[in-house]
C-alpha cells in the first residue's frame, strides 16, 4: 500500500491549530454522560485540519465512479445521475424533517410519496407500492414474505419456490431465507426459461417463481405468457426481480407479462449514485388482491389531506424503519417527472440500442452468449480465448483498467463460461461506445499476440494486480495487523 | 474406479464397505478456479439424495454443494477449512469433503458412472 491510512499519519499529540482558547466555561461531559459510560482512552487519530483534508483529498482522487469514466457494469446500470436531482433531495424542507413530526407539518414529503407511489403504479402496472425496502435484495425479502404470507392465509402448504439457472444469486439466497425450498429451472441454448422443464417442476407445493426480465444474459422472456400460464394456474405467484427493468421502461409493464409482485431498484433505473452499499430503494410492488400483505404504513389521500395508513388486514408488518430511504425516493420522482413519459420510452429505447451496438461491433471479436439479440445488456464468453491464449475473462478486465474504462461484470451470469456482461446504459455517447470497442478489438489482438501483458494487467493503476487468492483465503480485517 | 460415481452436479462418491466418502470432480474444481472458502455440515446430519450439503466459494462464484447418496455424516473433513486449496489440488484425496454412513446403495442407479461423466464433461466443454 503505498498511501497511508489517517491513523498511520497520526502523530500523539500534534498541534498545528493555532487558535487562541477561548476561555469560556463549559460543562464538561461528566455533565451529561453517567460516570461509568466515559472513557478517555478513544483512538482517534491527531493530525492537523490541513492534513486531514489533504488525506481525503488525495484519497478521493484516486475514485473510479461514472463520474470520471464510462463504467459497463453489467445488470448494474451505471448510468448518469442527473445532478439536479441531488440539488432536490438536499432542499431544506426535506433536509430537515423528522419522521416523527405530525402528519399536518409534512403534507408536502407525503404528496410526493403519493405521487411517486402513482407514476410506479402507472409505469409498472401494479396497485400499490411501499417503498421501505432498502435495495433490491431487500424488496426480494419483502416480496417473498408476501407471497409466503399469501399462501398460508389459505392454508396452503407451498414449500418450493422455482428459480432459474440464470438468475442472479440474491434470489435463491431470498427463497431460501424465506424457509423455501430452491428448485432451479434450466435454460434453453439461447439461455431462456426452458418451458418444457418448467411445467414438470410446476406444482401445487410451489410457492411460485421468480424472474428477471430481460433475464441475466440480457435477453427478453419470449415464452413469458407461457411462464404466466404454468406458474398461475397451479395457484402460483410471479415475482418480477426488477434488476433489469431499465429495458422496459414506458414499453410494457410487468402486470401485463403475468406478474404479481415487482421489485423496482430505484437508485439503478431511476438514477441515484449507488454501488457498494447503498444508499438504495428497492420499492415493492403488489396487484390488487396483494395490497393488504403490504408493509405498514402506506401513504393515503382524504379530502386533499395525506396520512399514514397503518390499517393493512395481513400486512407483514414493517421491514425498515419509517417509509425507506427518503432521499433516494425524491431523486426518483424529479427524475421521472424530468423525462415524462417519452423520456422513459426514449431511456428504454437507447439503453437496447446501446447494448446492441456493442454487440454487433463486437460479435467477430468475442464469443456471443446467446444468439438471440440482446437487450439493455449483452453477455460475451472468453472462453475460446482461454483455450486458445491463456487468457481469462478476468484477465482482459483488468487490462480495460489500463484504458480507463471499468471493467464490466464478469464470470456471471454463471451458465455463461468466461462471461463479460456488459451493460453501457442510454446515457453514453456514440463516441464513448466506439472508443470501448476500439479497446476492446485492441485487447483481442494483445490476446493472440502478446497475452502477458493481459496476464499482468493493470500497469498503470494506482494499485497494480491483487492478489484475489490470498485476500480471500487469509483476509486481514485490521490495519495493525497489515503492518507499514 | 469401478466403486466411485458421479452426479450432474460435478460431486463424486466413493464407497467403502458401509460407508462412502464426497468430494467434488476434478473438473469442478477447474471450472470453480481457486477455492477459498469450503462449509460443510456437522457429524450427525442427515443427507438426502442430490440436497444440498454445504457451500463452496471460488474467486468467481458460490456454488451448493449436493450430496451424491442419502445418509449419515460420521466425518468431515475440517482441514478444508484451514485449507480450501487441496480442494484445487488433490479433489479425490485430500480434499474429500465429508464421509456418509449409506442409506440405501439402490440409489448409485441414479448416478453416473466414470465414463458417463466423462461424456457429460466433454459434452460441457
Sequence with gaps: MKEKIIFQKSQKGRFTDYVTNPQISIFPPSHFIPQKLLREDLNLPSLGEGEVVRHYTNLSRLNYCVDTNFYPLGSCTMKYNPKVNEDLANLEEFLHIHPYQKEEDIQGTLELLYNLEKLLCEITGMERFSFQPSAGAHGELTGMLIVKAFHSLKREKRFKVIIPDSSHGTNPATASMCGYQVVVVESTKEGLVDIDKLRKLMDSSTAGIMLTCPNTLGIFEEKILDIREIVHRQGGLLYYDGANFNALLGITKPSLMGFDIVHLNLHKTFSTPHGSGGPGAGAVGVRKDLVPFLPVPLVDKKNDYYYLNYDLKHSIGKVRSFYGNFPVLVKTYAYLLRLGKEGLVRVAHNSVLNANYIREKLRDNYQLASSKRCMHEVVFSCKDKKEEYGVTALDLAKRLLDYGIHPPTMYFPLVVKEALMIEPTETESKETLDYFIEVMKRIDQEAKTKPSVLKDAPHTTFTKRVDEVSAARNPVLKWEEYGE | ?125
Design chain 2, 1 to 125: 474406479m469401478a466403486d466411485r460415481f458421479f452426479t450432474k452436479t460435478h460431486e463424486w462418491v466413493r464407497l467403502e464397505d458401509d460407508s462412502a466418502f464426497i468430494g467434488i470432480t476434478d473438473y469442478a474444481q477447474k471450472e470453480l478456479g481457486d477455492i477459498v472458502f469450503v462449509e460443510l455440515p456437522s457429524v450427525g446430519e442427515k443427507l438426502t439424495q442430490f440436497s444440498r450439503f454445504g457451500t463452496i466459494e471460488s474467486t468467481k462464484a458460490a456454488s451448493e454443494l449436493y450430496s451424491p447418496l442419502s445418509g449419515e455424516v460420521t466425518e468431515v473433513n475440517n482441514d478444508l477449512v484451514n485449507h480450501p486449496e487441496w480442494v484445487n489440488q488433490d479433489p479425490y484425496g485430500k480434499g474429500w469433503m465429508v464421509k456418509i454412513k449409506v442409506d440405501n446403495r439402490d440409489e448409485i442407479a441414479n448416478l453416473l458412472d466414470e465414463a458417463t461423466y466423462k461424456n457429460l464433461i466433454e459434452k460441457e466443454a
